[in-house]
């Protein structure tokens, strides 16, 4: 009678080294750069940050908002979340990784 399996809670403090390791090359918290600013970035409208040109595929799910398991959808894979959205990013396959990320941008100050 199991039901499903609650997801482990990721590490902040590792999540801030995939970011920099993976996501700051086109990535800043609190800035524009060749992504959107990652700033508030759970609980927020997709494709919402004032001031970036988003492709149309990601304007075109703006009526969601980014959760941790929107999130988790899309760093796993972003071609398979937004089929021909701008980010040539292959993603991020494990699943730790992705949950000590989305920690890590719930609360970058670590």
């Not at 990652?38 to 494709?47: Q, Y």
């Not at 149309?56 to 894979?77: C, H, P, R, T």
Request: hydrophobic share 35%; aromatic share 8%.
């Amino acid at each position: 009678m199991g039901g499903k399996k609650k997801k482990a809670a990721g590490d902040a403090g590792k999540g801030e080294k995939v970011f920099k390791n993976l996501c700051a090359v086109c990535h800043q918290l609190n800035a524009h750069h060749t992504g959107p600013k990652l700033a508030s970035i759970v609980g927020r409208p997709i494709a919402s940050a004032e001031g970036f040109g988003y492709s149309d595929v990601m304007k075109g799910k703006s009526d969601q908002k980014w959760s941790e398991a929107q999130l988790d959808k899309y760093i796993k894979s972003p071609a398979d979340y937004a089929p021909g959205n701008a980010m040539a990013f292959a993603g991020i396959p494990a699943a730790k990784d992705r949950a000590d990320l989305i920690a890590y941008l719930k609360n970058p100050d670590v």
